[in-house]
């Protein structure tokens, strides 16, 4: 990353987020390179190495969720040094644009460019902004947050958001795998492999993330970040052809195609056919099927939230790796929307159990997300999903949410209360069911509470000094959000028809 280029980067992040995209800086595109058969034995050992290649890389990449779960990306190549050709490099751009498939390409500089440049500009169908432009496109659009000096500034501040490019790098070299499926491989890959290879990645990581390190946290919510953007893609999928047969859509698109799906089920009836008797089931089926079966049937009841969710899990990644402990319902204000959150957690709480992953990072997750109080002890939650490898459903200790059914969250004193025993445990993991007003964890506090400020009543003043909005007080299976003004109001009317 050319620390010149990343004032640009940040400006075209700041309007992206004003005309309401979620971001992400400097993707690279990158290919394997193979030896030639022979070519090393041939040379005496000096024959090209195999390893990765380098296509190019976005230095901005902006997602938008359009109804229908149509996902619109617009890439912004940024420079700043007046040795740049802009009219050679808008073709390129145009060329960049049609290999990613993005729907909009911007040209972004920090000197003014030629007439022959603009020119181009319609006929290639890019956006030509220097950075006066620039400037005046962010005023036309207006400030991305009610706050900018809010906890969310982090977003567009040059040095936070070069320190959180960097908090990756010097992490264990055990999370090498992970981290180069996150940078390089999860945008190569044919999408339909995605739902599965990110959560085969975290299983092969997990025993090496750590949820007390917020670098850990902020690298597992990015990851939930580009697992929300795979789901898009699933439902968009479902959406243009099976509404009314998800689950077979849903396994044509993991398989890629009805063809695929087919034989991987042969293959599954023959393997068990010769297999020795006592030996469970075998099934072409990924062992928490069930389970995201679940969470994709909650993303496409809820279309209109997913934009705000790519958000949330982009906003709660840069405060993570900020070190900056605020929730989001206090760093949003009166702008957070909870069910975009608990998609987010959702999605959270599938990666944990599906990956095998401390059931802490799903504590926290929900802590920045929902704004839930965390407490110092407290009873780790049973994980919902089958253990890896497992595939007789044994061990499961939740048929409910294995048949995909939305959970029963009760509320209580504003915030989620964990049952004692004998609850169901949902696709989050947290047993749900009781009404006390104690949860496990001892703390009554409301759900405002910053993470790791369980100590903290709602009345207090928020750690950012943002204004706290007023907290939903129910959150139903079907991720249904009541205020409890509307609970009173609907009890009252209901016993004003009764009497």
Sequence with gaps: MSELDLGLKVGVRRLLWSMGYSTRLDVELRGEQAAPHGTSQARGGSGISSGPETFTDLDVLGVFVAPGFRLTSTIADCKSGRRDKPTSRMFWARGVGDLFGADHVMLVREHEVNDATRQ????????????????????????????????????????????????????????????????????????????VQLVAHLQDAAKHLEPRNPVHLALFVDLAWLYMLTLVRVCAHLQSAYLRDQDRGLQEYLFGGATNLREKVEVAHLLQSVAPEGIQPLDHLPPYYAQLRELVTRLMRRPAEVQAGLRYAEAVSALMAARVHVALPDAFGVEYRPIAAKLVADVCGFLVAAGGLDPEFRVQARAWLLGEPVATARKTPTLTGVPTGDTSGQGRSDDHALRGDGPVVAAEHGHVSPSSQGAPVTLDGIERGSSDAHDHDGMGAARGAAPDSGRRSSDDAPVDGIHRPTRPKTVQGELEVESATSEQGTAESGTSAGS
Excluded: C, K
Aim: net charge negative; charged share 20%; no cysteine.
């Design 120 to 195: 181009l500009s319609n006929r290639l169908g890019i956006t030509v902004l220097p950075s006066a432009d620039l400037a005046a496109m962010q005023q036309l659009y207006g400030e991305p947050l009610t706050d900018p000096d809010g906890a969310l500034r982090v977003l567009f501040d040059r040095t936070a958001v070069a320190n959180g490019l960097a908090a990756f790098t010097g992490l264990n070299r055990r999370l090498g795998p992970l981290l180069e499926y996150r940078e390089f491989d999860f945008w190569v890959y044919e999408d339909h492999r995605n739902p």
